[in-house]
C-alpha cells in the first residue's frame, strides 16, 4: 500500500473534512461549525373569491437571520526521522519553520434575508391542487468577520429573484438569479430549468447555468506561521453550463448530456499553490441510465461517460454503477432484498488533500488504473421491523491488495460488515 498522508478515524475515503485526522506526526486538525437560524413569515391574501370561487393570489413576506460561525486550524510539529518530513519533502514550500506550522481562519457571518413572494394555485387534470406560477424578490446582506492572523470584514449586498411557471400540467419552468450590488460587485448568477411531458413520447428535461464570481479566500490570500504564503489577485472566474436528459418510458431508458466551460478557472496545482488557468477549460459528461426487470430480478444501471481538461480536472473517464439484486415476498409476509451492488472507475491521477492548506490539489506521484468495488447485500422488512446487511468490498477478499482510491493516498476502507435495525412503535 502506498504511504499516506492523512486518514480518517474509520479509515475511510474523504468524505466529511471535519472527521479527516492527518497521518502526520504531532499534526492536528480542528474544524468546527456554528449556525443558528430564524425564520418569520407574514401571509396574507389566498381567499375564495365568493362570486367566482376561484383562489385570489397569495403574498408571503419572508425575513431570514443566519449567524455562522466557522473555524479551521490545522497546527504540525517536525519531528526528526518522522512521516512528516516525507511530507514536506513533497511540499517545501510550506514548511517557513523548521519547527513546524501553523494556521488558523476564523469566520463570522451574520445574514438578513428580506424576500416576497407570490403565488397562484390552480387545480390540474386529475383536480390535484397545484402552483400555477411563483414570483420572488429579494435582498440579502451578509456581513463577514475574518480573522487570519488579523482582523478584516467584508459586507455583500445580493439582489435576488425567482420566476417559476407551470402553463400547463405538461410544463414546468423556472428561472432564479442573484447580482451582488456591494462586495464584488458584478457577481451574478443566473440559472434556468424546464420540464416538458411529452405523455408515450417520453420526458425532456433542460437545464441552464451562467455565473461570474470571485475567487475564494484561500485562493487569494494564505497565511502560514504569521507570514503571507501567497498573496494573489486572480481574475473573476466565468462559467457556463447547458445540460439535458431525455427519458423514453417505452425502454425505461434516461440519457443526459451536460457540457460546461470555464474561463480563468482557479485550482490548486501540484504544488500545492492556487493557479489560475489562462485559457478556457471544458468538460463534457454524458450519462446513461437503464432499469431492467425479469420477474422479481432488478437490474439498475447508471454509467457516466466524461472528457475533461486534465491538466485542470482530474476525473475517470468512465464510472459506473450497478446493482443486481432480487425483491421478492417470504412466507407471504417477509420482503426481501437480496442481491449485490456494484461500482467502478477507470484510470485516473485522483486529486490529493493537502491537511495544511486544507484544499484539494493535483498530484503526478500516483496514477490508478481500473478500480471496483463490490457489496452484497440483504434486507428484509416486516411491517415496521426492518433489518439489514451488507459486506462492503467483498472483492478484497479475492485480491486484497486492489484497494479502491478515489483520493490520492487514501484508499476506501478494507472489507467490512455493516448491519442495521429498525423498529418503529406507534400506537
Known amino acids: 500500500m502506498d504511504s499516506s498522508f492523512q486518514r480518517n478515524e474509520t479509515g475511510g475515503e474523504i468524505s466529511n473534512l471535519a472527521n479527516l485526522v492527518p497521518y502526520l506526526d504531532e499534526t492536528r486538525l480542528r474544524h468546527s461549525y456554528r449556525e443558528i437560524m430564524a425564520t418569520q413569515y407574514l401571509q396574507f391574501g389566498g381567499k375564495t ?25 490545522v497546527s504540525s510539529e517536525v519531528l526528526a526521522g518522522s512521516d512528516t518530513l516525507d511530507f514536506y519533502r513533497d511540499f517545501p514550500d510550506l514548511l517557513l519553520d523548521v519547527r513546524g506550522v501553523r494556521n488558523q481562519i476564523e469566520q463570522r457571518t451574520i445574514e438578513n434575508d428580506f424576500t416576497i413572494s407570490t403565488f397562484r394555485r390552480s387545480t390540474s387534470a386529475d383536480k390535484a391542487t397545484v402552483q400555477k406560477d411563483v414570483l420572488e424578490a429579494g435582498l440579502t446582506h451578509f456581513y463577514h468577520r475574518i480573522k487570519q492572523d488579523g482582523d478584516s470584514t467584508v459586507n455583500n449586498l445580493l439582489a435576488h429573484a425567482k420566476v417559476g411557471l407551470r402553463p400547463n400540467d405538461n410544463l414546468n419552468i423556472l428561472v432564479s438569479g442573484q447580482l451582488n450590488l456591494i462586495g464584488q460587485t458584478g457577481d451574478y448568477r443566473v440559472e434556468g430549468e424546464g420540464v416538458l411531458d411529452l405523455g408515450k413520447a417520453g420526458k425532456l428535461e433542460l437545464n441552464a447555468l451562467n455565473q461570474l464570481y470571485a475567487p475564494d479566500l484561500v485562493q487569494q490570500v494564505y497565511r502560514l506561521n504569521g507570514e503571507t504564503l501567497w498573496d494573489n489577485n486572480f481574475g473573476k472566474t466565468l462559467e ?93 409476509v417477509l420482503n426481501v432484498n437480496l442481491g449485490v451492488d456494484v461500482r467502478y472507475a477507470t484510470a485516473f491521477s485522483p486529486y490529493y488533500y493537502n491537511p495544511v492548506i486544507q484544499q484539494f490539489q493535483l498530484q503526478e506521484r500516483q496514477a490508478r488504473g481500473f478500480q471496483y468495488q463490490v457489496d452484497p447485500f440483504f434486507s428484509m422488512r416486516v411491517t415496521r421491523f426492518r433489518f439489514f446487511v451488507k459486506y462492503i468490498q467483498a472483492n478484497n477478499l479475492i485480491q486484497p491488495e486492489k484497494l479502491l482510491y478515489l483520493t490520492a493516498d487514501h484508499p476506501y476502507p478494507d472489507e467490512a460488515l455493516r448491519f442495521g435495525v429498525s423498529w418503529r412503535l406507534l400506537d
Open 240 to 332: 457556463l453550463r447547458l445540460g439535458g436528459a431525455y427519458t423514453l418510458p417505452v425502454v425505461k431508458i434516461r440519457a443526459g448530456l451536460a457540457y460546461s466551460l470555464l474561463t480563468n478557472y482557479v485550482y490548486f496545482n501540484a504544488q500545492g499553490r492556487p493557479e489560475q488557468a489562462d485559457d478556457v477549460n471544458s468538460l463534457l459528461q454524458l450519462t446513461l441510465e437503464r432499469d431492467l426487470r425479469f420477474g422479481r430480478w432488478n437490474l439498475t444501471n447508471r454509467l457516466l461517460l466524461q472528457e475533461a481538461d486534465q491538466d485542470v480536472f482530474r476525473l475517470p473517464r468512465i464510472y459506473g454503477e450497478h446493482s443486481f439484486y432480487y425483491a421478492g415476498k417470504w412466507f407471504k
Open 49 to 73: 373569491d365568493s362570486v367566482s370561487g376561484r383562489e385570489k393570489r397569495a403574498f408571503t413576506l419572508r425575513h431570514r437571520f443566519r449567524y455562522d460561525a466557522r473555524r479551521y486550524r
